[in-house]
């Protein structure tokens, strides 16, 4: 059974840096695309970055762009989001998610991945 457990979340200042971890169990995803998710309250679930198998390429949403970094060790089936200079709109729910290799689509849209987190809250008071 495919399982994507968070870890990480917390309650933090504006301006602290947080690490969440995603470690995948049940399947290997060393060639999979891996991405984060957020959910505020009462908000729709958006993109908030994703990385592809090798590590390379990654994509970020522009709220987050310069303060955020996704990073994944294969070797440990894990994928990471370092989150630095956190404000206060960053506070939400983080889901982890994982794709099957032949997905096809935009790493930016929840379609592409099949398998996701229970999630992480994130609070980041002023």
């Known amino acids: 059974q495919v399982q994507l457990l968070e870890s990480g979340g917390g309650l933090v200042q504006a301006g602290d840096s947080l690490r969440l971890s995603c470690a995948a169990s049940?399947?290997?995803?060393?060639?999979?695309?891996m991405g984060w998710f957020r959910q505020a309250p009462g908000k729709e679930r958006e993109f908030v970055a994703a990385?592809?198998?090798?590590?390379?390429?990654?994509y970020y949403a522009d709220s987050v762009k310069g303060r955020f970094t996704i990073s994944r060790d294969n070797a440990k089936n894990t994928v990471y989001l370092h989150m630095n200079n956190l404000k206060p709109e960053d506070t939400a729910v983080y889901y982890c998610?994982?794709?099957?290799?032949?997905?096809?689509?935009?790493?930016?849209?929840?379609?592409?991945?099949?398998?996701w987190g229970q999630g992480t809250q994130v609070t980041v008071s002023s």
């Open positions: 998610a994982a794709g099957d290799t032949t997905n096809s689509g935009s790493y930016y849209y929840s379609s592409k991945y099949n398998y």
């Open positions: 990385i592809r198998w090798s590590g390379g390429i990654t």
């Open positions: 049940g399947r290997t995803f060393s060639t999979s695309p």
